[in-house]
């Protein structure tokens, strides 16, 4: 899933006209950057390894092992993907203390990683430790009576004090066993003081806690006084409490390394607002309410340019100036005007007089205007994609008390509200539905989709296509064929018949990667992507092969004695005209020849080829594949499209360009 508050270069924006001086307020979102520190706790069960196990899929990883090169996998994954964010890893009840400065009053302290954005080297030393045992043995030497969690909590607050002191996210994952880490109480009161003053600051404590074969981790003996169940900007929003992480007992094929990756992935992007606005319910009654795009494509990102003509290679600098084609002189901001074609003429309008016309629907809010069954929104009318709202209590108090019973509300009643909808100054207003979503939970309990309302775009009558022509006599299914198919079908389900877009990472996004990160960290580079959207071959043939094979045969017959009794059909009213019009109809069926023998040489006679409306015709009819290659590549050639492929190849272009053109 794609960073829903990062827009990629070549996204479209629908205000990308706006003036500089009449920004969105919410444009900060694209410059926030996370500063995230792992607090890895060293202690002597967190060291121990599982038992030795033949199954392929059991842990082999002590749990700081696995917690180490997760954080290994993190880094790399975002010093690409975030370049500008800032990782540490931080060692606590180790028998050294190094803090990089010299200070040695966090005793029990060991900075791997300093909070600072990633390097090549520091992605090399961690790939080291984790590879190389001899290495980290002295490193991961624990103590005897551990670390205090007090000095541990103070510590992570010096570092994001003096390494992120204006990074509006800052994150301390803690990764421990031990969920009673005090002697005393007052040990625990100071802990607790420790973590507000961490709040305080603006800091989040994630707490992933690992559970013991022998022992299962109880959050209740101590951290659910240390770690809020509650976001520090939104105190009243509901946020789930994650389960207990557990250690892989042999032979059960869980693995503790995944479990904490998918976990720590889920808390890695903090929350990002797309935008804030009110939602208006009646007149004079406003909640607040803040806008995610949860799912987005991502693109191929390219954080700067470089300029490598020097002796180094340096970050380039840009800059926009527009110059006038006659003189070429530089022409100032002042001195522009935005114009609109109409009639072949281009009118200007002076910067305030856009403002006004852009602004005359009113100022950005979502407005309900009436309620709807929730089947009057059929799939088809989501138009853009959906954005999730979600309560804010910063600008009306109460707002998620009433936020949650509209949400309950609509999910009891089964209906849908109609909104008008303005997402920021100077956008167009669009109609929208808004459509409650449950909370969802994994197996483990997990909240996977917290409760909301999803906000759905829905088309004008002009943004509905229009249905194609359809032939003169189409082919029909039939019953014995509906019912193979229904047995194909079932055998090719998902397991669960559930699809998790998370197991089919991108393959081109991956790949892409992959290269980056073999050439800056000096890896070899790879031959083959990994790419797990290519179908299972053999389990398909496994499965379903001979149904496959059956419903061939019966499609083959049924589809043969559609098209004799089509062609018996047509064949009567043609023999009838030929019959009547012997010696006079010459020309016409010269005429009706002449068409397809345009299509299969449009070089002989006619010197233009098949025109864009021709083709069009033979698309509509589902002719187009009939055509031969050198008709293809003529029709493509005379548009200055390439030609270069197979047929298949052509055809698409084909297609595409009479889509474009929409024909």
């Given at each position: 899933m794609a960073d829903?508050?990062?827009?990629?270069?070549?996204?479209?924006?629908?205000?990308e006209d706006e003036d500089e001086d009449e920004a969105i307020d919410d444009s900060s979102y694209k410059t926030i950057k996370d500063a995230v520190l792992f607090a890895i706790d060293v202690s002597p069960t967190m060291l121990e390894q599982p038992p030795k196990s033949e199954d392929k899929k059991a842990d082999r990883d002590s749990p700081t092992s696995a917690a180490l090169k997760c954080a290994y996998q993190l880094m790399q994954q975002r010093i690409i993907s975030n370049p500008n964010d800032m990782m540490g890893i931080l060692l606590f009840?180790?028998?050294?203390?190094d803090l990089k400065d010299g200070d040695s009053t966090f005793q029990h302290c060991y900075l791997l990683a300093d909070l600072d954005v990633p390097s090549a080297q520091d992605v090399k030393r961690l790939r080291d430790l984790v590879e190389n045992n001899d290495e980290a043995e002295p490193i991961l030497k624990p103590v005897k009576d551990g670390a205090s969690i007090a000095t541990v909590l103070f510590c992570a607050n010096q570092i994001f004090t003096t390494k992120a002191p204006n990074f509006s996210s800052r994150r301390l994952f803690?990764?421990?066993?031990?969920?009673?880490?005090v002697k005393v109480k007052a040990d625990k009161d100071t802990a607790v003081t420790r973590a507000r003053d961490l709040y305080d600051l603006g800091c989040t404590i994630d707490l992933f806690p690992i559970s013991q074969?022998?022992?299962?981790f109880d959050r209740s003996r101590f951290y659910d006084d240390l770690v809020y169940p509650t976001s520090p900007s939104d105190p009243d929003a509901p946020?789930?409490?994650?389960?207990?992480?557990?250690?892989a007992k042999s032979g059960e094929g869980i693995s503790l390394l995944k479990q904490l990756i998918s976990s720590i992935n889920s808390k890695a992007t903090p929350r990002r607002a797309l935008f804030t606005l009110p939602l208006e319910l009646a007149p004079d009654l406003r909640v607040g309410v803040k806008g995610y795009i949860l799912i987005k494509r991502q693109e191929h990102a390219k954080s700067c340019y470089v300029w490598v003509g020097g002796e180094k290679p340096q970050i380039v600098a840009s800059s926009t100036s527009h110059m006038a084609d006659d003189t070429a002189r530089v022409v100032e901001k002042t001195e522009l005007r935005k114009a609109y074609k109409f009639g072949g003429d281009a009118i200007t309008f002076t910067p305030e007089e856009i403002t006004r016309i852009r602004q005359c629907f009113g100022d950005p809010v979502i407005r309900i205007i009436g309620f709807k069954p929730s089947s009057c929104v059929p799939l088809w009318a989501n138009t853009n994609k959906a954005t999730f709202i979600y309560p804010s209590e910063a600008d009306f108090v109460g707002s998620t008390r009433v936020f949650s019973a509209l949400q309950q509300k609509l999910l009891k009643s089964g209906k849908v509200a109609l909104v008008w909808f303005i997402a920021r100054r100077n956008a167009s207003p669009t109609l929208c539905a808004l459509v409650p979503a449950e909370e969802k939970t994994n197996e483990d309990g997990e909240q996977s989709m917290?409760?909301?309302?999803w906000l759905v775009s829905l088309p004008f009558a002009d943004d509905i296509r229009q249905f194609p022509e359809q032939a003169e006599s189409p082919l029909k299914t039939t019953d014995a064929l509906t019912d193979k198919m229904r047995l194909i079908i079932e055998q090719l389900q998902l397991p669960k018949g559930i699809y998790d877009p998370v197991k089919y990472p991108n393959p081109d996004l991956q790949w892409f990667y992959r290269i980056l990160q073999a050439m800056a960290l000096e890896?070899?580079?790879p031959v083959l992507p990994d790419d797990k959207t290519i179908p299972r071959f053999k389990q398909i043939d496994k499965r379903c092969g001979e149904y496959i094979e059956d419903y061939g045969k019966e499609f083959e017959e049924a589809f043969t004695q559609q098209q004799k009794s089509s062609l018996a059909h047509r064949g009567k009213p043609t023999n009838k005209k030929r019959t009547g019009t012997t010696g006079v109809d010459e020309k016409p069926s010269k005429r009706i020849k002449q068409e397809p023998k345009v299509k299969e040489d449009p070089g002989e006679g006619d010197d233009e080829g098949i025109t864009d409306q021709q083709m069009a015709h033979l698309n509509n009819k589902g002719q187009i594949s009939k055509q031969t290659v050198a008709v293809l590549k003529e029709f493509l050639g005379q548009r200055g499209i390439g030609t270069s492929g197979k047929k298949a190849d052509l055809l698409e272009r084909v297609q595409d360009f009479l889509e474009g053109k929409g024909l």
């Open positions: 829903p508050q990062h827009k990629r270069p070549g996204e479209e924006d629908e205000n009840g180790t028998e050294q203390t803690l990764v421990t066993d031990n969920d009673y880490p074969p022998n022992h299962s946020v789930a409490i994650p389960s207990t992480t557990k250690v917290p409760p909301g309302l890896e070899e580079l």
